[in-house]
């Protein structure tokens, strides 16, 4: 049994490293975002998710991954909330994050948007060699999230996490 005086936010975060997005298995949901918030007040640690797009079907499964690892670590009495309240955006993902997206060999979103438009999905930088002769190929991917590309120099399609 976990004494939750001696727990505190940046630990719980640590723990939920090992969480990983279901679609992208080297991202964690803390470097993706989606956890918002984390709370500890007496005997009870309280866990804020946002998904990243309304309806997310991952959201369930992810939910529960949390409620398993915050078991893993002893903590029994726990909350997790998934809340709408603040918006998830690409611009939550974090740089280590965004790292990971490239090497697992998505383009990571663009941050310096104001807007987002079809434009922001043209001229991305392929994850393999760094080009931006790249081309929208759909911006229809295999999740809601990811749009198809292809690069011109190197020869590779690729995938980018849409911008939000």
Known sequence: MVDYTEINKDQILEWLEEVKDPEIPVLSLVDLGVIKNVKIEKNL????????FVGCPAMDYMQKDVEKTLEKYGIDNYQV???FKEPWTSKNISEKGRKALKEFGLAPPREDFVIVDIDLLEHVACPYCDSTNTELKTPFGPTLCRSLHYCHD??????QFKPV
């Open 45 to 52: 640690v309280e866990v804020d998710m946002t998904p990243t």
């Open 81 to 83: 909330n998934i809340s």
């Open 154 to 159: 190197c020869q590779q399609a690729f995938e």
